[in-house]
């Protein structure tokens, strides 16, 4: 920023700095950024350039040079000691003389004291930086120059108080141009959105640009009444103004940078521990899927039973609106893998064993719900998991066991899981009965809607079904189904309609 001047630092924008650190090297800007930076600066200095000979042009009908002299001497002085804004841009208080130039001599006195300032404060900085502050002081320099007269005739005089409303006004035009170029620049540099940039640096600077512009228009004023002594007077409150804000930048630097600092390792502390998360939840799953490949393995269950209906339970849910990667869809995803948990309980002799259960030893069987759930309920990730495990055997109507709960009294989750458990049972080979066909199995599920199942998720199921296994085979489990040509299953006539119609539905699937 030039004035109370803005301007760029170093190669636009140097790395995060530590107040006891030497300065690191830039990161340049790629692509279309650095694209875009360098239209940026050529379109500012050609601007700013077209505005200098214009001003020169007018030049021609006569000036003031006593105070053009004058306050462009004070230009360079506040240039050469211009101010680091926490590393990424420059501030110094050029705008009273600059700002007085506009009040008093417009372009013409701007055409002469802006590239002077400029080049004061060019010596060590890139040639880049310095078209480019030219340009945008230029620029809001000459912004403010329009307002002025827009808003006061001043006659060849000024009068006071009268200015300072114009004089306000064309300031925070001068502040507006001037520091949404700059932060243009820097965002660019950086690869930062403009309007992070400037809410980050410049809204501050808002009441110090308006109460110098009111200094430089006071100086004029004086000038007018007093000659140059009158603009002698008005340089102390400039020199003490920037004596605090320096006390000011220098207390405050090592915090701003210092938690920009911060920020950034807080930003990669965040990045590890997601990654962490990630990789922990993946050995969650890996492991709990081993443990219902190893009970499925025991419980005599055809491979892999506790990954499909896990998989069947999850698409049904999702069916019913639930999202991923959210703890709901989690807790539902471990309760149906390890649904049969509790069956550690169960004696081998009474799990295994390929004829009818006594009365006793189903009661035994009946048990592994609630021991599943007091084994769930032990670890802490899996307490809302365990709330499905000791509902898979409720039923819709409350005939269910082990606690006869009904309706909404049954966790949702649990609902969905006991479709997709009857089902993958139903169509899968078991010691004591051969798998049914899907479009069977389906017709059961919906003939026991409302009884056994929620009739809600019931129809999500369908849909599910609609979309996986028409036309298809479901593990491998043909039975005495009809086999079209090209090896897919062929539904009937009269099971379409039947589902259909069990369904509410008016077309067939």
């Known amino acids: ?78 240039e050469r000691a211009d101010m680091s804004l926490y590393g990424d841009s420059r501030i110094s208080l050029a705008i009273v003389p600059i700002f007085a130039t506009v009040i008093s001599v417009g372009m013409p006195g701007l055409a002469i004291v802006v590239p002077l300032a400029i080049l004061a404060s060019a010596y060590g900085r890139p040639l880049r930086k310095t078209a480019f502050n030219f340009g945008a002081l230029m620029l809001a320099a000459a912004a403010a120059a329009v307002v002025m007269p827009a808003t006061y005739s001043t006659n060849g005089t000024l009068e006071w108080p009268q200015i300072l409303l114009p004089a306000t006004l064309a300031g925070t035009v001068n502040f507006a141009v001037n520091t949404l170029l700059v932060a243009a620049a820097i965002g660019l540099s950086s690869r930062s959105p403009l309007p992070k940039v400037w809410a980050e640096h410049f809204p501050w600077l808002l009441p110090h640009y308006i109460i110098l512009a009111a200094i430089g228009t006071a100086m004029v004023v004086a000038y007018q009444a007093m000659g140059l002594w009158g603009v002698a007077i008005f340089v102390a409150p400039p020199l003490m103004m920037r004596l605090s804000i320096k006390q000011y930048l220098d207390r405050t630097t090592r915090s701003v940078l210092d938690l920009r600092q911060a920020h950034v390792q807080l930003q990669k502390a965040h990045s590890q521990a997601t990654e962490a998360m990630d990789r922990l939840r993946d050995a969650y799953d890996g492991t709990l899927r081993s443990l219902s490949a190893a009970l499925d393995a025991r419980d005599s269950e055809t491979g892999g039973h506790s990954e499909r209906v896990a998989d069947l339970t999850l698409a049904i849910a999702a069916e019913m609106g ?37 009365a006793d030893e189903w009661q035994t069987m009946r048990s592994h719900p609630a021991a599943g759930y007091e084994i769930l309920l032990k670890i ?23 606690r006869g709960l009904a309706g909404e009294e049954i966790p949702l989750g649990a609902r969905i899981f006991m479709i997709a458990d009857a089902f993958d049972a139903m169509t899968s080979d078991r010691a004591y009965r ?50 079209a040509p090209g090896g897919h299953l062929e539904l009937s006539e009269s099971l379409k309609q039947a589902i259909a119609e069990a369904a509410g539905l008016d077309d067939d699937l």
């Open 322 to 358: 639930f999202e991923e990667d959210t703890d709901e869809y989690r807790n539902l995803s471990w309760g149906a893998l390890l649904h049969d948990v509790g069956k550690i309980a169960v004696p081998d002799n009474i799990l295994r064993k390929p004829g009818a259960l006594t």
């Open 1 to 78: 920023m030039q004035a109370f001047v803005v301007t760029t630092e170093g190669g636009f924008v140097p790395g995060v700095r530590r107040a006891d650190e030497g300065a690191q090297s830039p990161e340049s800007p790629g692509g279309a950024s650095a694209f875009m930076l360098n239209v940026l600066v050529l379109v500012t200095f050609v601007a700013g350039a077209a505005l200098v000979v214009y001003g020169g042009v007018l030049a021609a009908d006569g000036l003031n040079w006593e105070l053009v002299a004058a306050l462009a001497v004070l230009a360079v002085l506040a």
């Open 380 to 402: 802490d990730f899996l307490k809302t998991a365990s709330q499905i495990v000791i509902s898979h055997h409720e039923r819709y109507d409350g005939g269910g066991y082990p």
């Open 434 to 483: 051969s798998a049914m066909p899907a479009e069977e199995a389906l017709a059961e599920v919906l003939r026991n809607s409302g009884t056994q199942f929620d009739p809600t998720a019931v129809r999500a199921f369908l849909s599910v079904y609609q979309k996986r296994f028409v036309g298809t085979m479901h593990h491998g489990h043909v039975a005495n189904a009809k086999v």
